[in-house]
């Protein structure tokens, strides 16, 4: 399977799918400008106004814009050098997101060496919501309660997401140790925050302030959530004492989500899972290329590549992690009883 790769990625080169596109980065960056510049400019305008509310939603969708942006950055999917891809990232993150670039990128790093891998991905460690039936089994008090349903209340709980983003940047900055560029980012942060809660908190009544950026928090979570959970949420799970090669490793705990271009805008780029994980510096416009060209290889190799709609993806992720949780299910419980009520 190794010599398959190392095809793949040959074929990859040598169509020039892994050349940077400015192009292209230059209009969504644009784009996201006019689209922030119209936020700030109908937030002024509105005033005292409860419509306020729909422009804390838009802010939410274009923080999210942003941070795929930031995500590409990391990735050396946007500039010609490494360095400067990581500034990007860190300003894009840090200076506009609020979120710290440190923590994701030491977390995303482990995540794309390791996907699905049991006591090696941090993505599949417990956060409230269990990945792994052992860790459900192990939960206790009201996470305990919110594990059996978990499932059912994955969506309400993204509500949540985006304040637990900067929470666990913020907490990252302050006792993580060796962290790269620990005061540029909290000088970023600082900057942006004060950016943004000293007019909501200036210009509007308090009420409308806290409501505006739990209304910003509210759509920002659910979109970041929304948007990253399809990709493995339900993919096999590797023993963590498993050797697997690159290739099934990657392409087998991935999902890939149909859709075409609107999709791929929607979700900046993360439809082509496999593909993203295959070459992560691939830019976004060319995934939809190298996803013809390793589907053929995959068929070639007897590898399964799983690939779905948005509104599937997200029952399977439903269906899973209910699944998960009934190791949290009081072992006493008959579901008999459950079913039809206790006498």
């Known amino acids: 399977m190794a010599q398959a790769y190392k095809q793949v990625s040959q074929v990859i080169k040598e169509t020039g799918l892994l050349q940077r596109t400015p192009w292209f980065y230059g209009f969504v960056a644009a784009g996201v400008a006019v689209a922030l510049g119209g936020a700030i400019t109908g937030f002024i305008?509105?005033?005292?106004?409860?419509?306020?509310?729909?422009?804390?939603?838009?802010?939410?969708?274009?923080?999210?814009?942003v941070a795929?942006?930031?995500?590409?950055?990391?990735?050396?999917?946007?500039?010609?050098?490494?360095?400067?891809?990581?500034?990007?990232?860190?300003i894009l993150a840090a200076g506009i997101v609020g979120i710290s670039y440190a923590w994701w990128d030491s977390k995303h790093t482990r995540h794309h060496g390791n996907p699905n891998q049991v006591g090696k991905d941090p993505d599949i460690e417990v956060d409230t919501i269990s990945f792994l039936e052992t860790d459900a089994a192990q939960s206790r008090g009201l996470v305990r309660l919110i594990t059996r349903k978990q499932g059912w209340l994955f969506f309400p709980l993204l509500t949540?997401?985006?304040?637990?983003?900067?929470?666990?940047?913020?907490?990252?900055?302050?006792t993580g140790r060796k962290v790269k560029g620990r005061w540029t980012e909290i000088a970023l942060i600082a900057?942006?925050?004060?950016?943004?809660?000293?007019?909501?908190?200036?210009?509007?009544?308090?009420?409308?302030?806290?409501?505006?950026?739990?209304?910003q928090l509210a759509v920002f979570g659910v979109y970041m959530g929304a948007s990253f959970a399809p990709n493995h949420k339900g993919m096999p799970i590797i023993d963590p004492n498993a050797r697997l090669d690159f290739f099934s490793k990657q392409v087998r705990t991935s999902r890939n989500i149909r859709g075409?271009?609107?999709?791929?805008?929607?979700?900046?780029?993360?439809?082509?899972?496999v593909e993203h994980h295959l070459f992560p510096s691939m830019p976004r416009p060319h995934l939809s290329k190298a996803r013809e060209i390793v589907r053929d290889y995959c068929a070639a190799n007897g590898v399964d590549y799983t690939e779905t709609s948005l509104g599937r993806s997200y029952a399977i992720v439903v269906d899973y992690l209910n699944r998960v949780g009934l190791a949290a299910r009081d072992p006493f419980d008959c579901p008999a009883a459950a079913q039809f009520g206790r006498a």
Request: glycine residues 10%; positive net charge.
């Open 45 to 65: 305008l509105l005033g005292d106004s409860w419509f306020q509310l729909l422009i804390a939603a838009a802010l939410g969708i274009i923080l999210t814009q």
């Open 68 to 90: 795929f942006l930031a995500h590409e950055a990391a990735h050396r999917q946007i500039l010609s050098s490494g360095p400067a891809n990581f500034r990007l990232a860190r």
């Open 260 to 273: 075409g271009r609107w999709v791929t805008w929607l979700m900046g780029g993360l439809n082509h899972q």
């Open 191 to 215: 900057t942006r925050f004060a950016a943004v809660l000293v007019p909501v908190f200036l210009l509007l009544p308090l009420g409308m302030a806290f409501a505006f950026m739990g209304v």
């Open 160 to 174: 949540l997401e985006g304040l637990n983003l900067h929470y666990l940047g913020l907490k990252h900055l302050a």
